[in-house]
């Protein structure tokens, strides 16, 4: 996994690294020069010899601005390594997002995205770039040592790191134990938090029974697990790691009291047994801060495993050979389709929209109108059956081809923190001035947007100027309008609109569907009535289609009594009955 996550760094940004280790270890080193220097110099000092001691003084100055120098440069450099990996992380993630069906998004998936976003890539910057470099660093001047102090001594260097592996060994089935450990206490936590919210959501009920006493008393016996099991996990780690450091300074004792026997009997020069004593602490650095660079892996690849789960989760499937569809008649031919498996579901709904003709859609809340427009859009795609666009299969046209034939106005209309120009924008991206400005005539919105002292230049949105419902329908109708799709899907408005918006949105909106092929979720019964055809939905099922005149013929169907209970108001016994199905216009 370790490569792997090096990498999704940039060329750029491997060079960074690379750089930043090698300072690191320049300045790790020059710091070590520095104290061998000293030392030199001590031991002229008590031996009274003065001649080297200018070269000693002047080399200590080299090595003080070659430190200094290669910190800064190091320090910089673990900076850029680390941006370059969240650049690089969050450009994969925005990429992908917006491949992914909307499917994707639950919004459990939602928490899980935000979270990702923010705090598993700073963990990716931070391991990565700061801690990494460090690491690697320490363990490249440790080996460096390593074979400086064995070529002064071999057997100091021998008894240096004599119990050093059983150190490692203790550690790392220590920390594995101690992880499974960890997760029980996990699972215990997760029960417990899970009681509390219980007990909190039930709080009014348990006061009022004299249940309460007993859901106390669980509380608390799992209340005093959790802390038993977090208390026995604390313990066996501070055990391990203790055990750990200990066999280290061990090892330091072992070698520090036979170099005093190896100098007394004359066979070790008494600096050499000096420069031991001094620089194996440098040598031991890393594996003293063994645990922390165990943590830091745990981090960062359990933060890259869940920044995986996005990057490696299926997207919409593009056809190796995409097929251009002729015409823009839409045929719903046989589909099945369910959200979740047991809940709501179509079953062989089948229906054409011929070409340049409105299809109006009708039905209860909740009957399905919404999802055929989310199958037309792949937001999901079909279980059985197909969806074709001018005798093509919609999965065989690319999925950027298939977006681009349609254009959709809906209820809820998104704006982004943008200029009203940019927002219109959206729907044709290199559209010229002149183009938008047209598009915002027709749809009725050009005239109130030059009232606004920064005219298409007024930022919109978030921190922006606020618009009224009808006055961000009208700016999604020009949206529509400068993308000049040849399908359209619209979500009729149903309130919240004053009598002069909803006139200019109807004016808009007349125009807007000239020469296409229209699907609208109709709630206007001016739409209604005049749809080339009207299909009615129940329960996810087509239960009528046909005209309205046809459709009324049939006295006992669904869509007259539908029909009758808004036209005879007194019939109407439940108002969501008919919520979301007719509107007067
Ligand atoms: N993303 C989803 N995941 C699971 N179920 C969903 C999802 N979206 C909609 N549903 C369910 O599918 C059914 C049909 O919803 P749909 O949005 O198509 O209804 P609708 O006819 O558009 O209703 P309305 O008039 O209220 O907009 C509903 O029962 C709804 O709860
Ligand atoms: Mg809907």
């Given at each position: 996994m370790i490569l792997e996550i090096l990498n999704t760094l940039t060329s750029k940004g491997k060079r960074s690294l690379a750089i930043s280790i090698f300072g690191f270890v320049i300045y790790a080193l020059t710091g070590i020069a520095m104290m061998l220097l000293t030392l030199h110099i001590l031991e002229l000092l008590f031996l009274d010899n003065h001649t080297n001691l200018s070269k000693y003084w002047i080399m200590l100055g080299i090595c003080l601005l070659v430190k200094g120098g290669s910190n800064i440069l190091a320090d910089m450099q673990k900076h850029f390594a680390g941006f370059d990996i969240v650049y690089k992380i969050r450009e994969k993630i925005v990429y992908r997002l917006k491949s992914f069906s909307l499917g994707f998004y639950t919004n459990e998936r939602l928490g899980e995205i935000s979270t990702i976003i923010h705090k598993d890539v700073d963990n990716m910057e931070s391991v990565v770039g700061h801690m990494w470099t460090r690491m690697s660093a320490d363990f490249i001047v440790s080996i460096l040592l390593l074979f400086y102090l064995f070529s002064i001594d071999w057997r100091m260097g021998l008894l240096m790191i004599s119990l050093l592996p059983i150190a490692l060994l203790l550690l790392v089935l220590g920390l594995k134990k101690a992880s499974n450990l960890e997760e029980e206490n996990g699972n215990l936590l997760a029960d417990m938090v899970s009681l509390f919210v219980e007990y909190v959501k039930g709080i009014p009920l348990l006061k009022a029974f004299s249940e309460s006493k007993k859901f106390d008393h669980k509380l608390t016996a799992s209340t005093s697990c959790f802390g038993e099991s977090n208390k026995q996990a604390a313990k066996y780690r501070a055990k391990v790691l203790s055990h750990y450091g200990f066999f280290i300074d061990l090892s330091f004792w072992l070698m520090a009291t036979v170099g005093i026997v190896l100098v007394f009997n004359k066979s070790l020069e008494p600096m050499a047994y000096l420069i031991y004593i001094v620089i194996s602490k440098e040598f031991y650095k890393p594996f003293v801060a063994m645990e922390m660079h165990w943590m830091n892996y745990l981090k960062v690849t359990d933060s890259y495993a869940r920044i995986k789960k996005i990057i490696d989760a299926p997207i919409v499937e593009e056809p190796k050979q995409p097929k251009k569809p002729k015409g823009s008649d839409i045929i719903f031919d046989k589909v099945d389709f369910f959200y979740e498996e047991g809940e709501f579901s179509m079953k062989n709904i089948s229906f054409t929209t011929p070409k340049h003709t409105l299809t109006a859609l009708v039905g209860?809340?909740?009957?399905?109108k919404t999802t055929v427009t989310n199958l037309l859009l792949r937001f999901w795609d079909v279980k059985k059956g197909s969806i074709r666009i001018g005798n093509v299969d919609i999965r065989d046209m690319s999925y950027d081809s298939l977006l681009n034939s349609i254009s959709i106005v809906m209820q809820n209309v998104q704006l982004f923190a943008d200029t009203i120009e940019g927002n219109i924008r959206i729907g044709k991206a290199n559209a010229s001035k002149e183009e938008i400005i047209e598009a915002a005539k027709k749809a009725r919105i050009h005239d109130f947007i030059m009232?606004?002292?920064?005219?298409?230049?007024t930022i919109v949105g978030e921190n922006g100027v606020g618009l009224s419902g009808g006055q961000k329908q009208r700016i999604s109708i020009a949206r529509a309008f400068l993308k000049d799709a040849p399908i359209l899907i619209l979500d009729e408005v149903t309130s919240n609109v004053d009598p002069i918006n909803e006139a200019l949105i109807q004016e808009a909106i007349s125009e807007l569907t000239k020469n296409r092929t229209v699907l609208v979720i109709a709630h206007h019964l001016s739409t209604i009535r005049s749809a080339d055809q009207i299909i009615v939905f129940k329960n996810g099922n087509i239960v009528e289609s046909g005209t309205h005149t046809e459709l009324l013929t049939?006295?006992?169907g669904y869509y007259s009594i539908l029909w009758s209970k808004k036209t005879q108001g007194s019939f109407i016994e439940k108002e969501e009955d008919i919520k979301g199905i007719f509107q007067e216009a």
């Open positions: 209860e809340s909740g009957s399905g009232t606004l002292p920064k005219g298409y230049e049939n006295p006992n």
